[in-house]
């Protein structure tokens, strides 16, 4: 498809601490015990798209993903895995590959988005309309616990997050306006250039950017360049392009010299006939007409489109970007979204590894993932869990809506909800741990009671 691919795969998140660090960055975080980049790089090569470039922040875990990726995916992709500083921001991280970037066109995605939309489709409407930015939206996640137990601590309710404001023309193709993060608080300003070309606008707040972006390489290239101090991709380049796409060049003959604030100056009365001309464009049926006429007929004026690609409503997508969102993904790939997963279920609706060995009387619910070489004593109950590879587990155990990640040691009559506990973490006898993290490698003592708390090594 002539797409060059960037998968931003971040660093180390301090919102993910303790679960992440420089052996374990966010790209390798386990999602149903396989690092969570693998779902990108299964969704890319199911569209054919092989040829990418990988982009971490940090030296240390450039080596650990590159290292991860390459014996994972030797003879199904060519990857180029580029370290780049750390905190550079999207835009930055761009910035810093923008010599290895050659094609038309710029597929960026995320390295945590667990997805199953065709890429394919994102890509496709990105060249219809010859736009400079398609951006790919889906419906905002609903976060919280499926049942009883919370499973991040803070939330105990499910309820849909406020992600993004976002603005779409009649016809649903056009990004017209969009506010992110703390601007999704604040009034909403429109630019009347824009309301005016389109004639109406449909503000939505129940769909969420998924940060997986087809842009124009030479106009991305270019914004990077004039504006150094652009951060990020979502924050600073995306609504730069929203704001600037009826502007894109600037009007000549002082016809309509638009501020970059968006607030338009006084139009001489003679151009009244290029407003009823925008005013007209409105009720056809898109107002990205390639060219506004002026009084004399002649063309002034190119445009740039900014696009979107809806995702359907029966389609999975969510970003793994905070210890809630690491919970529900995981609840959701062994459990309604399974197909994303890879593996084959059992008719108990659950995975049980060949290998590992469960004890008298232990119960290993549906929607639960148990890996390969577990052991679990007697007498144990597992409900809407993943286990990890090599975990130790005694008798009397019981792990409700957690995730245990690999090499785990848990002690006879332990109990464990709403918890994440990450790899080479012993828990001695009769712990309980509620809404809990537990970093690596540490220690929880013999009768220990935890609720919400988080547990590392100092």
């Not at 015990?33 to 054919?48: A, C, F, G, K």
């Not at 359907?312 to 994303?340: K, P």
Request: glycine share 8%; hydrophobic share 40%; with cysteine.
């Amino acid at each position: 498809m002539d797409f060059q691919v960037v998968v931003l795969a971040g660093g180390v998140s301090k919102k993910l601490l303790p679960l992440v660090s420089k052996e374990i960055p966010n790209a390798l975080l386990p999602v149903a015990n396989r690092p969570v980049i693998s779902y990108v790089l299964e969704l890319l090569e199911l569209s054919n798209l092989k040829d990418l470039i990988v982009v971490v922040e940090g030296e240390d875990a450039a080596l650990n993903v590159g290292g991860w990726i390459s014996a994972a995916y030797a003879d199904r992709l060519h990857v180029e895995v580029a370290a780049v500083p750390e905190d550079v921001g999207t835009a930055g991280a761009i910035r810093a590959i923008a010599h290895h970037l050659t094609a038309k066109d710029i597929l960026v995605v995320s390295g945590d988005l667990v997805s199953d939309v065709p890429l394919g489709a994102v890509a496709a409407t990105h060249r219809r309309h010859d736009a400079v930015v398609t951006a790919m939206l889906c419906s905002a996640p609903v976060s919280g616990p499926s049942e009883s137990g919370s499973s991040g601590g803070k939330d105990k309710t499910k309820k849909p997050g406020r992600y993004n404001l976002i603005g779409l023309d009649p016809t649903q193709q056009f990004l017209l306006h969009i506010a992110t993060g703390a601007e999704v608080e604040k009034d909403l300003r429109v630019q009347k250039s824009i309301l005016r070309a389109a004639g109406e606008i449909e503000i939505r707040a129940d769909l969420m950017d998924a940060h997986l972006y087809a842009f124009k390489r030479s106009i991305l290239q270019e914004v990077l360049d004039q504006k150094g101090t652009f951060h990020s991709l979502k924050h600073d380049v995306l609504p730069y392009l929203v704001r600037s796409q009826l502007k894109s060049e600037a009007l000549l003959n002082g016809v309509a010299q638009v501020e970059e604030n968006g607030t338009e100056k006084i139009i001489a009365q003679s151009n009244q006939q290029m407003l009823s001309q925008i005013l007209a464009n409105a009720s056809e049926r898109t107002f990205h007409q390639r060219y506004a006429l002026s009084p004399n007929g002649t063309s002034f004026r190119k445009t740039h489109k900014c696009c979107v690609y809806i995702a359907g409503s029966n389609r999975y997508c969510a970003r793994l970007n905070s210890i809630q969102a690491y919970s529900d993904i995981n609840r959701d790939v062994i459990g309604e979204a399974n197909h994303l997963s890879g593996y084959s279920f059992s008719a108990q609706n659950n995975i049980i590894h060949p290998s590992a060995e469960l004890g008298a009387k232990t119960t290993v619910g549906p929607h639960c993932m148990l890996g390969e070489g577990s052991q679990m004593g007697d007498k144990c109950s597992v409900k809407r869990s993943v286990i990890g590879r090599h975990c130790r587990i005694g008798a009397n155990v019981k792990v409700v809506n957690s995730i245990v990640m690999n090499h785990v040691t848990i002690g006879d009559g332990c109990s464990i909800q709403g918890s994440v506990i990450c790899s080479n973490v012993q828990l001695q006898e009769r712990a309980v741990l509620k809404d809990c993290q537990v970093g690596a490698g540490f220690v929880v003592a013999a009768g220990s009671e935890c609720k919400g708390e988080v547990l590392a090594k100092k």
